[in-house]
């Protein structure tokens, strides 16, 4: 594998240390468990006021919420746009934590980086490469999801056009790869996790949401990713799933979340 | 399958006929093979006149080549940026020959719409949406590229995206998907071209240099495009292949070339 | 590619010259497109002698009939057993066609192989190298069809087992394989022809019906199957397929199955 | 989906309760994690009795070793046959541990059965349903292993036959699937857990040894599927992997496979 070569900056070649990314104090890549959680979509101020106060009470560090969605279909919700960034950050401040939100477009980056903590770059866009160039100029971290069919070479690579344009710090997410099994959205690839650490020094945080599309298969999943050392978990939280206006069906309702965060407390008891 | 409605301009509910993209006097679509050949990339004003020249000769209609170049690592040949695409339209224009170019960026549309006929979108921005609603407002016809691991209803949908933001010329492009085999850079998936002609009423072309990656290759799966019925073929040439600046191994010699449009120029024989 | 050593037999180092298998006067691998068709199962005594009938006048030479059927469930019709091996034969005989049905166990190899021309090994039984070497040792052709997840050095691995226990006969088919795209039964991987005949000397059938799984694809398939060079074809026909107990949505009518034969008749012509 | 009908009593609606399956003393599918661990292949008396030794005294219950080896190519390591199983069955008596084996083709089973506690079923046979209708009929434990491109439908289907056939002593196990990804042998699928824990009251093992086929990927991915709610292990353990005639490069060696069990010994910390 030409991964030393072909992505110098992300391979253990290039630092034999793990990379650790601080922002006010939180901790992604280090020894505790990041927990980003929240809405697919920010729908109103009210909502994401609800399920900040609701992930924050049980130990979420990041507030998600998508406020430009990357939709199969033109037809589907498109998403609140800069208001929908405004309301996630104002529910981030008030509930004290920090935010994550996707950026679908090049002209889009100055807004969403002026909203949020983390810019977030969806697996659609995993290989948009024009996007990723402007995104190594800016002064912020940039979470990059694997793509549907990126191996881990692809998502190396990708996160190497950042790395390469001046910005090091890139937090890489597994989220599902697409394989003949179709009673799930997606196939999460755990084993991604181990491989991904031995492969480059960046952290490594896992959607299980995204990779099952169902939500009684994100718990199993979540606790899964921990087990096999990831360094965090990006979970989809609605106070009301059945209502949602996007991907409601691989949300968990508050209860689920809580079960899930008190089985994770002990997080050095599975991944000895 | 809901594409009647989460993609119905695109869909046969939508249209009855095939639609046929006509540019000065070129029908695609239409009962006539349409061949795209040339380089990968646009490497200068020689090399794209002389692959220009050898292709014209053969019966190819539309110039193909790369000015700005998605590779999967940052350190690979970029494109000569807007340098390549005025070398494309000049080789297009002494020889006759439409041009197509693809865009990466939906800040380089003009540039490259202002230059080139067909504008393309490559297989890794398929489902890059806000690329896709900005080529909708433009008023020349769009070439999409089915993504590696994008079903043939996420094609429909994404071109649904540029239908519904008023283009109505997009051109379908079949360039192999990802699958288990390793041994060709991809699967090209032929069932395609007699699927997509039952689903929708744009034109089919197919790409058979992407979707094999190997030269030797070429011929035989171009041939069996035309036999399931494609409307045209998407073909890399090169006059020294060994010697091209990205991909080389899987473009034509103009002998090569030469051979595989003397066994297409009867259509009609493997397609009744 | 460690071919040459592991499947040293069935590689094209073992031998320059592409193998011909003649049965009776009928060369599979020769110059000569080779067409078997049938029902998907040998059903009663007058409907394989219907359908014999009818492929035997269109142009078919060997007519293919289940009578060990692998099905998915084991509550599907799991077929006529050795009556049907008796009825498929007599038809044969009767209409001047050579037979072929599929073993599922070694020990049903001596009852098939008594009733019939050619041995079929089916897809889900690629790799049973028990009966592989089993057939190894009988004197009569076997033709193996790809497994759902088979890459070509698994087929031609399995074909070794045949060839290393000393049966030269050798026929190799495609038949599609298992991919994220769901609309098909299968992805027919027509790639599969010229990179085996690359890769060996042995003939290659391709099988479009169970490749597509909708007898409207399978026509258009078919012509792509001869375009890129395929031996020979197997076609599942049914003189009723809405009426068929098995696979009747993908097998043609004697009208589509008319059709496709007579546009295969000038094969030269698509595969200059 | 119709695995209520098709696979009836391999499904949840079949029963509620899981089942546990007894083996003098060692229950699989109940609350105590069992882990099943020996080489790929027996190799010698010596080399599975000391094998036996190490894994008996870190806790595995149950002796693996292949007899009859399921080999891609002919010329590989096939196995020492009906030798290779007295060796086993020996050093699992002189261990206390119980066996496992693996059969080929219907003509070993009373040969295997006799030797081993549980009959396995490779991923290559899982569709061999003549094999599975005749264990169907043997009075001991079949554990089936998924094949590389088998669905979960597909899988309790395969169970089925063996269920239908009168013997409901049957496990399912999780070895990996075949993907576009090939840094590791397979892709791991651990949410067919949870997955087949909703859909099939049968036991549900997981094989990360083949499932990713190199030794250090293996105890983070066994500790991500107890974690997603394994009800035991299947581990290739060998005292020198390096020198191991078949599947070295996947084997723990005996520190390795201790520090594994150590860390799995709290199982309920991980899958509250």
Redesign the interface.
Known sequence: ?AID???KLASRSHSDERTIISINGVDIGGSKLVVMAGPCSVESPQQIDTIASIVAKQGAVILRGGA?K??????SFQGLGENGLKYLRNAGEKHGLLTISEV?????ISLVANYVDIVQVGS??M?????L?KLGRINQPVMLKR???A????LL?AA??IL??GNSQVILCERG????????RN?????A???LH?LTHLPVIVDPSH??GLS??VS??A???????ADGLMIEVHSEPSSALSDGQQALDPEQFATLM??LI?RS????
Do not use: W
Not at 127 to 131: D, I, K, M, T, V
Not at 177 to 184: G, Q, S
Not at 187 to 191: E, G, H, M, Q, V
Not at 223 to 229: C, E, L
């Open positions: 594998m070569k072909e992505c430009f990357p939709r199969t279909s033109p037809y679908m477009d090049s002209d889009q659609r866009n290989q948009n490469f024009s996007l160039k793509g549907h069919a191996t881990y070479q692809d690579c190497e056009y390469d344009a790869i697409r394989t003949f099994e179709t009673y799930c196939t999460l690839d755990i084993a996790v181990p491989i031995e990779g099952t009684r298969l199993p999943m606790r899964a990713a921990v087990a096999a050392g008190h089985s002990n008891s599975c991944s000895v």
